[in-house]
Structures are given as C-alpha cells and as structure tokens.
C-alpha cells in the first residue's frame, strides 16, 4: 500500500469516496511520522470493525463445519465427497485463524454452543429431518471438530 495521495486530490471525505485511497494515504501519513493529520476516529473504527470481522469468521467457519458434521453423522446413506472437501476446508481456515491470531481459539469455544444451535437447525431445515433428529448438546467436541481425521459414525 504506497500509494501516494497526489496534492491535487481533495482529502475531505477520502473515507467516503474510495476506501483503499484513504487506507494507502493513511498508511503513508502515519510512515512519515504526521499523526496530526490522520483521521484518528475513522482508523480507530477500521480496527475494531477488523476484529469484529475476524469473529464473524470464525462463527461462519464453525457453523458451516458443524452443518456438515451433523449432515455426515445422520444422513449416512447422503454422504458425499462434497461434505468431506466442505470439512477439510472449513476446518482448515479456522486452523489458519488460529495461526495468525492464537487468541481467536478461545473465541471459538466461547461460541461453540451457540453455533451448534444454529448448524442444528440449518441441519434441519436443509434434511428435512425433525430437529429432534439432532441432540440439543453437541455431539462433537471442539477437539474433534478440528481434527482433520475425525469424520463422525452414526
């Protein structure tokens, strides 16, 4: 991100009206030391609005995964490659996750109930199975949920 802002470009509004401008133009005024001239409140929401992003992740990474969990553990005769390559994937960008940002891992235990619930009525909804069919506390512990090599048994 070097791009310079030209001195014929107006930077009223940048935000507003082209984001990776004002990001690369942010990034340059805080590399040559004029913090004064840094929009402190929209780059303080930029950050925060990144972790809140990363969370989203990890709960849409975790109920994707979770979904399929569910779908290969009660619908043994529907399996697929497909559920197997979704697992791989899903778990692997919440290994990735977790790589770049370790404390994102208890995160993903914090929420691991609540998106169980909500893979438990996706399963359901997506199966046309009851969602009784389902058991109300996850069969699958975090641990397994990540392990590369667990794939459920019904």
């Known amino acids: 991100m070097t791009t310079q802002l030209s001195s014929n470009i107006n930077s009223n509004n940048l935000y507003e009206r082209d984001y990776y401008l004002w990001l690369s133009h942010t990034a340059q005024l805080i590399k040559e030391g004029k913090f004064s001239e840094v929009d402190t409140a929209k780059l303080i929401e930029e950050i925060e609005d990144t972790g809140r992003s990363e969370k989203r992740a990890i709960k849409s990474n975790l109920v994707i995964l979770l979904l399929h969990l569910l779908k290969y553990k009660y619908q043994p005769?529907?399996?697929t490659n497909s559920w197997k390559a979704s697992l791989?994937?899903?778990?692997?960008r919440l290994r990735d996750d977790f790589q770049i940002s370790p404390s994102?891992?208890?995160?993903?235990?914090e929420v691991f109930d609540e998106c169980y619930q909500n893979s438990r009525e996706q399963a359901a909804d997506e199966t046309g199975l009851p969602l009784n069919t389902f058991p109300t506390?996850?069969?699958?512990?975090?641990?397994?949920?990540?392990?590369?090599?667990?794939?459920?048994?019904?």
């Open 88 to 92: 791989r994937k899903h778990r692997r």
């Open 77 to 79: 005769a529907k399996r």
């Open 137 to 154: 506390l996850s069969p699958f512990t975090p641990e397994q949920s990540l392990n590369p090599d667990y794939l459920p048994e019904n």
């Open 104 to 109: 994102l891992k208890r995160y993903f235990e």
